[in-house]
């Protein structure tokens, strides 16, 4: 019976190792936090021991530098790599892990969208065998999901052990997802992104943000979730599926041309702090935001609309249905706008059913995904809160989009999305 | 004449890990959410409703809003006029809200009420959150200006233990750990995915520190939003809704026996009046055996789990011998030879308890009720005891002030 007492995780000193390596340490595992110095393992460590607000898992946990890394290996029963999204960097360490694994090691990556084939590719049989994608979402603690994603060569006995491993104790919401450019969560989520930052073109970014902000369905509007997130992590996210997915919404992936000047001046988002994104620094309590046309952060008067306002009232007091409704029954312009957004998420996700995931798996695993990877409403969920399928398909049809027969042909009357208490996700 | 009954036909509480306050929402929302998911668990129409009581603390102080009876009219248009009423008995007030619609039911004045606990506690900080608990203890004498004044009376009690009996903090820790490790088996349950091990809750760092004499945060139950609702009915109406569904009455959960005691509200008090005696809280201890007569069980060998009101490790501990678990004074045993733990002889708390679960003030007494009944319906999933026919709850308001329970079993 495979166990997994030892872990090494690499690159443990970036936000994704040092996390994912203190959800290894809460399940009782001893971790080896590996990077470039030991010092920045140890930080590493730290930043695990805040995120389990407990000393005492930095008492199962090692800091290392990369000097150290064959011997901490040769004793692993995972390696968690969790290195830049640089192919030829992780392939490069993967040669030191290839010579140095145990036979029976599991070695898998935390890339968001590299293609695990190619990852895996040349490497030794035994590490093809054992070598598989487990996507965390940052930050784990917060966000369970896990995309699963394999290659032809994945050992089928190591993927059922993974995924049961990952579910309980590492307690992650599990998506096998198909190796395809950035997965399930970041196509579908990054998709809607990009459309908002694409719609800045023309519109302003706090009257983007307001149209698809919070009452939508998720936590944060999407232009702020992109400064979070950094502009130049959303470039290689965009450009990584414009160049190798094809799929009838290619476009949407082209980043707007205004975004490349951005980043070039090092507006990153909220990682430049003097600079800013989307958003600039905060000023007398106000947050100016970015004007593409005149290449400079302005104040703007936040825009008003009384189909919002209701909808928010009616979330407030958990109405989410009727919420929906007001949405989808308003008529002016940023209505339509608001509409055509959540109708196209709504389309693109089904459509993507056989393409990022199983078909067997329906709507489930892209629900699941940006359920627990975006925390946003899942498509599903729309599905149901609009009445079903054929009252979808509808909404879907008056926004211009054909319905995908992933979605007709759904049975009417069955609840479509498996997530509970779908409410959470409209915030008022 | 035999005695009247009440039977619960399902329930449904909210996800305590959420955080209303920041989706925005209002109590309303909460109130909605656990309604519509208790009608539809217990497959009943709104209309069916005769009757509804709102247990909540002090939706008043978080929320700026009192009458919480008249918002259940607020969730389907089919309870328009039914009779409501809110109650309120501090951390108890869930269970006198339970008490209020089984005495209605038992006197046949309505055949199905529908019971509503409540609390939304994030819409403050941690210290003002502490100073509104301080109303549920003599605010003017033990409250007022203190910073987390619960902590600090449930850390007396546990000194009290500990000068009458002697009590090792290792023993509390061990509490903690096991409601914590309940927890993550419950799906709705707050700290579900938090970290803990019982070297953590031994500990004394950065992460859990003192904050009331010897309760440490460990020891402590959370701050949480949540809503529980359950519906009660009479035989008559449990019968007609058992044959509708094909099942046998006998396999329903119902009420079997309950016990209501009031101790003096100040905490000194409390430990000058059982001074000498076996029983630190003995109007705690008489709540339980009333419980017990009614239910016609001889001690705690007739319940099979315990659902109890573990605010803080030292009131867990008080009720591992006050309901009999050990001789007074010695519930330590009971912690070391895993009794209290699941697989044990009686285990306490397999939601996770106040600790583990969460503790939405008003609403802890109704979802203790749920749990107890999902257990003897063996409906529990991944908490389920296994047998367990009869399970107990213990709901305390105050610093040991208003002691419930229930004894919740299935005829057959």
Known sequence: ?428 | MARPRTYILGGSQTDFARNWSKEGKSILAMMREATEGALLDADVAPGDIEVAHVGNFAAELYCMQGHLGAFVLEVAPEFAGIPTSRHEAACASGSIAVLAASSEIEARRYGMALVVGVEQMKTVDSTRGGDFLGTAAWYEREARGVEFPFPKLFGRLGDEYDRRYGLRDEHLARIAAINYDNAKRNPRAQTRDWYMSEAHACGTGKYNGHIGGRIRVSDCSQVTDGAVAVILASEAVARAWSQRRGIALESVPQILGWGHRTAPIAFERKLRESAGAAYVLPHTRQAILDAFTRAGIADVGGVRAIETHDCFTTSEYMAIDHFGLTPPGESWRAIEDGSIAPGGRCPINPSGGLIGAGHPVGATGVRQLLDASLQVSNRAGETQVPNARRVATLNIGGSGTTSCTFVIGRAA
Request: aromatic share 8%.
């Open chain 1, 1 to 428: 019976m495979r166990q997994i007492r030892r872990v090494a995780v690499l690159g443990a000193n970036g936000t994704m190792g040092a996390l994912s390596g203190g959800i290894f340490a809460q399940a009782g595992c001893e971790v080896a936090f590996v990077s470039r110095s030991r010092e920045k393992s140890q930080a590493g460590i730290e930043r695990a021991v805040a995120q389990s607000r407990s000393e005492e898992i930095a008492t199962r946990a090692t800091a290392a530098g990369y000097d150290e890394l064959p011997a901490i290996v040769q004793r692993s029963d995972w390696v968690f790599e969790a290195l830049g999204e640089d192919m030829a960097l992780k392939r490069e360490f993967y040669a030191i892990v290839d010579a140095n694994r145990r036979d029976d090691a599991i070695v898998s990556t935390v890339s968001s969208g590299l293609s695990i084939a190619a990852l895996a590719q040349d490497h030794s049989a035994g590490f093809r065998r054992h070598f598989l994608g487990t996507h965390f979402y940052n930050p784990p603690a917060k966000l369970p999901a896990c995309e699963l994603i394999t290659h032809p060569g994945t050992d089928p006995e190591v993927v059922r052990f993974a995924h049961a491993y990952l579910e309980n104790p590492l307690r992650r919401v599990v998506v096998p997802t198909r190796d395809v450019p950035a997965f399930a969560g970041n196509r579908i989520g990054f998709q809607f992104l990009n459309q908002a930052a694409r719609l800045t073109e023309s519109h302003s970014v706090l009257l983007v943000d307001t149209l698809l902000g919070p009452y939508t369905g998720r936590a944060m509007p999407p232009l702020a979730t992109i400064d979070l997130v950094g502009l130049d992590v959303h470039r290689a996210i965009v450009d990584n599926v414009f160049e190798n997915a094809v799929d009838e919404c290619r476009d949407c992936f082209r980043m707007p041309e205004f975004m490349q000047g951005m980043i070039a001046r090092g507006q990153l988002g909220m990682k430049s702090r003097g600079a800013g994104g989307f958003y600039g620094p905060k000023q007398n309590g106000h947050r100016p935001v970015w004007n593409p046309r005149r290449e400079s952060h302005e104040e703007v008067e936040l825009p008003r609309f009384e189909f919002i306002e209701e909808a928010r009232r009616l979330i407030r007091d958990g109405l989410y249905r009727e919420a929906l409704a007001v949405i989808f029954a308003a008529t002016d312009d940023a209505a339509r706008l608001v509409q055509h957004n959540l109708s196209g998420y709504v389309h693109y996700s089904f459509a993507r059913i056989g393409d990022v995931t199983e078909p067997e798996q329906g709507i489930a695993a892209i629900d699941d995904v940006m359920a627990f990877g975006f925390n946003w409403a899942p498509p599903g969920a729309f599905v149901d809160l609009l009445g079903g399928p054929a009252a979808t398909a509808a909404v879907l049809e008056r926004s211009g989009f054909h319905p995908p027969a992933s979605l007709t042909r759904l049975r009417e009357g069955m609840p479509v999305c498996r997530v509970r208490d779908v409410g959470r996700f409209f915030v008022a």
